[in-house]
């Protein structure tokens, strides 16, 4: 049950995009389509961004995507603005019936 | 809408037991699974615990494997975890959170969708 391996930081300024890595196994990330990101605001609980890798919930901005290849998720966002600055978890199924989440990025918009 | 709302926490000794408990409203609580994910202080989110709609099905994390135990009451929309033996790494927020959702048509599990506001657990002497 290792966590998922993400950047503990990124940063770019409006406008720009940005793309975090999370990185795990062919038991979670590698073998499912369950890959989901979440984004927490400081004091905030988290609030779900992306779920089965590329599909976001209703509400949430089209700047925001996500995708996969091999054991390995990314979250980008397009278009960035201030109130992206948040920390992002990537999280997934595993092959143990668990769930796993990444240690967590940083993104500071500057 | 959907509200998850945590209740239970406070400050503990080291190896006494608390119970948390997370109502739930806004949705069929009884046709999804549910999760506990805790926070420590300044760390990342860490899933606990999972029990399926009709509780017959629990799965933990490591850590707590064998000190926590996951259980929901369908007839009282609630959520809840048992923790024994505590430990001061045990010291978190503590989040319910609801797996997935169900459209018309199909259902998508193995995401945490909703969210409770957490309550916080400290295990200090």
């Known amino acids: 049950q290792s966590a998922l391996t993400q950047p503990a930081s990124v940063s770019g300024s409006p406008g720009q995009s940005i793309t975090i890595s999370c990185t795990g196994t062919s038991s979670d990330v590698g073998g499912y389509n369950y890959v989901s990101w979440y984004q927490q605001h400081p004091g905030k609980a988290p609030k779900l961004m992306i779920y089965?890798?590329?599909n976001r919930p209703s509400g949430v901005s089209n700047r925001f995507s996500g995708s996969k290849s091999g054991n390995t998720a990314s979250l980008t966002i397009s278009g960035l603005q201030t109130e992206d600055e948040a920390d992002y978890y990537c999280s997934s199924y595993t092959s143990s019936s668990t769930r796993v989440f990444g240690g967590g990025t940083k993104l500071t918009v500057l | 809408q959907v509200q998850l709302v945590e209740s239970g926490g406070g400050v503990v000794q080291p190896g006494r037991s608390l119970r948390l408990s997370c109502a739930a409203s806004?949705?069929?609580?009884?046709?999804?699974?549910m999760h506990w994910v805790r926070q420590a202080p300044g760390k990342g989110l860490e899933w606990v615990a999972v029990?399926?709609?009709?509780?017959?099905?629990?799965y933990y994390v490591d850590s707590v494997e064998g000190r926590f135990t996951i259980s929901r009451d369908n007839s009282k929309n609630t959520l809840y975890l048992q923790m024994n033996s505590l430990r001061a790494e045990d010291t978190a927020v503590y989040y319910c959170?609801?797996?997935?959702?169900?459209?018309?048509?199909?259902?998508?599990?193995?995401?945490?969708?909703?969210w409770g506001q957490g309550t916080l657990v400290t295990v200090s002497s």
């Open positions: 959170a609801k797996d997935g959702f169900c459209s018309s048509t199909s259902c998508y599990p193995n995401h945490f969708d909703y």
């Open positions: 089965d890798v590329s």
């Open positions: 029990i399926s709609y009709d509780g017959n099905n629990k």
């Open positions: 806004g949705f069929t609580f009884s046709y999804y699974g």
